[in-house]
């Protein structure tokens, strides 16, 4: 069993901070790609950030240059994204997802959290 669990989201104004935190649990060998993705109503899911297993980043066009993508360098089966310059349009359910290679089988597979949301006012 594995779990993913994301927190920090809530409801900010236009132009406010949020900073968004999620950790992996369970039956963990390793985890390599860590990321997250939003979903807004009616639009499909788009990713927003990843890093990989050796701290390289990517980021999605929709918040580059307003959102940083980290992880913790300790446990490393913990991801931030610090969201910043927020919009109304960044209004959306947050998602954490991870290439996690799990103990029993060895095998890589993705995971997903619940989600949490964010809601931007303007």
């Known amino acids: 069993q594995v779990h993913l669990v994301e927190s920090g989201g809530g409801l900010v104004q236009a132009g406010g901070s949020l900073r968004l935190s999620c950790v992996a649990s369970?039956?963990?060998?390793?985890?390599?790609?860590m990321s997250w993705y939003r979903q807004a109503p009616g639009q499909h899911r788009e990713m927003v950030a990843l890093?990989?297993?050796?701290?390289?980043?990517?980021y999605g066009e929709s918040m580059k240059g307003r959102v940083t993508i980290s992880r913790d360098g300790n446990t490393r089966k913990r991801v931030f994204l610090q969201m910043n310059s927020l919009k109304p349009d960044d209004t959306a359910l947050y998602y954490c997802?991870?290439?996690?290679?799990?103990?029993?089988?060895?095998?890589?597979?993705?995971?997903w959290g619940q989600g949490t949301q964010v809601t931007v006012s303007s």
């Open positions: 890093i990989n297993g050796n701290g390289g980043t990517v």
């Open positions: 369970g039956n963990i060998f390793s985890i390599n790609t």
């Open positions: 997802a991870a290439a996690i290679v799990v103990k029993d089988t060895y095998e890589e597979d993705d995971y």
